[in-house]
């Protein structure tokens, strides 16, 4: 199976991309720095070189090609202003989505946040982010061509990840290793059954698997 990562450089990419590529996947991680390249080949991805803000939908697509599934985890960072989360939370994942549709890769999975909803209302930097997080997940959502999982994970934590998750449509709020959200990911992408779910995740006392194939089976 061959997996593409928008944000291959990301905390939780690098992550997924180590737990895809020991299971014997193939995986190529999308990054903006040559000098990223050899943290993801320590991880067992391929990297490619290519600016989701500049590049066309044509260009993206090619390196889709052949793909069995996309993974979106890319994001502007927290230092960033409203500007990029504009071009990158939202203009990126959704240039990412056509790229799919057009190189016929169906399984297209979205890290998302929680709290994302494009009628947030404020004008806080974090309140356009939530903004262009929601206006992504809904054009998302819009492609039929698609077999799309968005997941929106809780506060994010470098705690180590305990494999035990509540992953449901609404959770409330709370913590989640970045650990156990790779995990999560790395079972949505061979889980096509859960095709058209927004899921919220945070900790809670389910396995990763179990926790995955339950929502697939509602």
């Not at 939202?90 to 994302?116: H, I, T």
Request: hydrophobic share 45%; charged share 25%; aromatic share 4%.
């Amino acid at each position: 199976m061959r997996t593409v990562i928008a944000g291959g450089h990301g905390q939780i990419a690098l992550r997924l991309e180590q737990l895809l590529s020991a299971r014997g996947d193939e995986v190529a991680g999308i990054i903006r720095k040559a000098e990223q390249g050899d943290d993801l080949r320590r991880a067992g991805a391929e990297p490619v070189l290519l600016d989701l803000e500049s590049a066309s939908v044509e260009e993206v697509a090619a390196h889709l090609q052949g793909a069995d599934a996309a993974v979106f985890a890319a994001g502007a960072g927290p230092g960033s202003g409203t500007a990029r989360k504009d071009t990158v939370d939202r203009g990126a994942a959704v240039l990412f989505a056509d790229a799919a549709v057009r190189a016929r890769v169906r399984r297209f999975v979205v890290v998302s946040a929680m709290g994302a909803d494009p009628a947030h209302e404020g004008d806080e930097v974090f309140d356009v982010y939530l903004r262009a997080k929601g206006e992504a997940d809904a054009y998302v959502a819009r492609q039929d061509a698609l077999d799309w999982t968005i997941l929106r994970p809780g506060a994010l934590t470098n705690d180590a990840g305990t494999g035990l998750v509540r992953l449901e449509a609404r959770t409330g709020r709370g913590p989640v290793p970045r650990d156990d959200v790779a995990a999560v990911l790395a079972e949505l992408v061979d889980t096509s059954a859960t095709a058209g779910l927004t899921l919220e995740l945070i900790a809670g006392s389910t396995p990763v698997s179990v926790a995955v194939k339950s929502v697939a089976g509602n």
